[in-house]
């Protein structure tokens, strides 16, 4: 059974930097594309970025240019490097291993870590 743990979050100024860490665990990250969503209150989880099973990165355009999604393969580990923070991008982050490349698709989802809680203060 794959098992997901997100680590990492925290409380950070605008204009700071959080770097969040994925860990996979039970299968290797090897076999999978990793995506990268978040959620408020109140709203649905969104699709911010994600990697493919062959290593291609994805952003969307609200993290494009500040966030920067790389793995580990020996360590069974993938990261998200968050730069230049604003206070709208506050939020429970997840990670989750999709079916298939198409990372923007959360019905792909089987496996979702707990979730880490990112607050950026103005």
């Known amino acids: 059974q794959l098992q997901l743990v997100e680590s990492g979050g925290g409380l950070v100024q605008a204009g700071g930097s959080l770097r969040l860490s994925c860990a996979y665990s039970?299968?290797?990250?090897?076999?999978?594309?990793t995506g990268w969503y978040r959620q408020v209150p109140g709203k649905e989880r969104e699709y911010i970025c994600g990697?493919?099973?062959?290593?291609?990165?994805m952003y969307e355009d609200s993290v494009k240019g500040r966030f920067t999604i790389s793995r580990d393969n020996a360590k069974n580990t993938v990261y998200l490097q968050m730069n230049s923070l604003r206070p709208e991008d506050t939020a429970v982050y997840y990670c989750?291993?999709?079916?298939?490349?198409?990372?923007?698709?959360?019905?792909?989802?089987?496996?979702w870590g707990q979730g880490t809680q990112v607050t950026v203060s103005s």
């Open positions: 990697i493919t099973l062959m290593g291609l990165p």
């Open positions: 989750g291993a999709p079916r298939s490349d198409r990372l923007w698709i959360s019905a792909e989802y089987d496996y």
């Open positions: 039970g299968r290797p990250l090897k076999n999978y594309a």
